[in-house]
Nanobody
Framework: QVRLVESGGGLVPAGGSLRLSCAAS????????MGWFRQAPGKEREFVTA????????YYADSVKGRFTISRDNAKRTVYLQMNSLKPEDTAFYYC??????????????????WGQGTQVTVSS
């Protein structure tokens, strides 16, 4: 089973960019579908984006389409979230998630069984 550690969060002005990284331990990283979720104070955890084991299939929430890009490097056991044109409403705690299985089968938190500790992203207006 993999363990996940996120990094790259921080404070950025509206319109700015950040790249989050999620480093995974374990040799079987390549067999996991990966995702990013976020949770703002007082709100439920929501889906942001996900990627299949080989990167060929990606999925995005409507709110981030065209601004965020998910990618992965299986050799480095890392998944990335490039966030551009950030908005104040993107402010949240961002979590990396893994699902044992090559494909993304759902976009709910329950569809992913392994979670990182999260990283804070704050976008100032």
């Amino acid at each position: 089973q993999v363990r996940l550690v996120e990094s790259g969060g921080g404070l950025v002005p509206a319109g700015g960019s950040l790249r989050l990284s999620c480093a995974a331990s374990g040799r079987t990283f390549g067999s996991y579908a990966m995702g990013w979720f976020r949770q703002a104070p007082g709100k439920e955890r929501e889906f942001v984006t996900a990627i299949s084991w080989n990167g060929e299939s990606t999925y995005y929430a409507d709110s981030v389409k065209g601004r965020f890009t998910i990618s992965r490097d299986n050799a480095k056991r890392t998944v990335y979230l490039q966030m551009n044109s950030l908005k104040p409403e993107d402010t949240a705690f961002y979590y990396c998630a893994a699902r044992q299985g090559s494909q993304v089968v759902g976009m709910k938190p329950a569809d992913f069984g392994i979670w990182g500790q999260g990283t804070q992203v704050t976008v100032s207006s």
